[in-house]
């Protein structure tokens, strides 16, 4: 059993950075590999970044390429999305999730095990 609880959403400038963490409970969080995802208003949610359980492979959706990384110290139990470069589109409520990423497929959500309650990231322009 893993719980997942997001930090680090807020309101930024267009070209302005944020960062969010995901910290987790559960001893089990080392074998998970991790994702974030994001739902803006209207729009399904949508895979934005994972990454391996050992922190040695990533994988990001095109959108977000060369913005966006992200990290994970598994000594902190924590999980890290770095978003810089903000863009008004990159507003939504961010998700991370735990579950099995690797080998890449596009059924992101669907190898999911736990969500986190989300956090807003908004973005002005």
């Known amino acids: 059993q893993v719980s997942l609880v997001e930090s680090g959403g807020g309101l930024v400038q267009a070209g302005g950075s944020l960062r969010l963490s995901c910290a987790a409970s559960?001893?089990?969080?080392?074998?998970?590999?991790m994702g974030w995802f994001r739902q803006a208003p209207g729009k399904e949610r949508e895979f934005v970044a994972a990454?391996?359980?050992?922190?040695?492979?990533?994988y990001y959706t095109d959108s977000v390429k060369g913005r966006f990384t992200i990290s994970r110290d598994n000594a902190l139990n924590t999980v890290y999305l770095q978003m810089n470069s903000l863009k008004p589109e990159d507003t939504a409520v961010y998700y991370c999730?735990?579950?099995?990423?690797?080998?890449?497929?596009?059924?992101?959500?669907?190898?999911?095990?736990?969500w986190g309650q989300g956090t807003q990231v908004t973005v002005s322009s």
């Open positions: 999730a735990a579950g099995n990423y690797f080998p890449v497929k596009p059924t992101w959500s669907e190898r999911s095990d736990y």
């Open positions: 990454i391996h359980w050992s922190g040695g492979a990533t």
């Open positions: 559960g001893r089990t969080f080392s074998i998970y590999d």
